[in-house]
């Protein structure tokens, strides 16, 4: 069966630093992939999606990138953060076919 | 234009019936999703509507009209646990898109 693995889970970072978050899949192949977050008591809103590697669209023009480095392997990455990039970040994969499965969710914080 | 609408929010009492609207509007339309998100919590998957009609599973059923653009989650003997955000999404043909709505919050009542 697929299992989807999201880390960390919370995460407070000071502005002005690096992150990198990291979203696995495991027991399926060529996953669609794609990186959401929600911002408290809102909607999803998709940030980046990946029909495959290397292939990376992003959806919001923002301080933030992603990568896919392997098949199953989908990371978010900034180089400075911003008090607005607080949220809840949501890694999802679909076969195309049938539905969407979310990763646990990463709460990042930036005070 | 794509677009998604459904309620803000909604409460009902526990053991009672609630009915949570969703309209969309596409050019074009693959798949009608409903999940159930708790506070904290990733969304996890409810139902899946792609042809007219009503999908029943235990609790929880989804309808779907395409020449209406409407769906709705019907959900019966509700439950405290029931309280969550419901979110409704639609995927749009040949897109590997999603687009979902703000979601509902329901709020279940003793």
């Known amino acids: 069966s697929q299992t989807i693995h999201q880390w960390p889970a919370t995460l407070v970072q000071p502005v002005g630093s690096p992150l990198s978050l990291e979203c696995t899949v495991e027991g399926t192949s060529n996953p669609n992939l794609y990186w959401y977050r929600q911002a408290a008591g809102r909607g999803l809103q998709l940030l980046f999606y990946s029909v495959g590697i290397g292939q990376i669209s992003s959806e919001v023009p923002q301080n933030l990138s992603a990568s896919r480095p392997q098949d199953r392997q989908f990371i978010l990455s900034s180089k400075k953060l911003l008090l607005s990039d607080s949220g809840f970040y949501l890694c999802?994969?679909?076969?195309?076919?049938?539905?969407?499965?979310f990763g646990s969710g990463t709460r990042l914080t930036v005070v | 234009g794509q677009n998604i609408d459904q309620p803000t929010e909604m409460t009902a009492t526990e053991g009672a019936i609630v009915q949570i609207n969703c309209t969309y509007q596409t050019s074009g339309f693959n798949g009608l999703f409903w999940y159930q998100q708790h506070a904290g919590e990733a969304p996890t998957f409810l139902s899946y509507n792609v042809l007219d009609g009503l999908e029943e599973k235990g609790r929880f059923s989804s309808f779907l009209s395409r020449s209406k653009g409407y769906s709705y989650l019907l959900l019966k003997e509700l439950q405290m646990k029931d309280s969550a955000s419901y979110l409704c999404a639609f995927q749009s043909g040949g897109s590997y898109i999603p687009t979902f709505g703000r979601g509902t919050s329901l709020i279940v009542h003793p």
């Open positions: 999802a994969w679909s076969d195309g076919n049938y539905g969407y499965t």
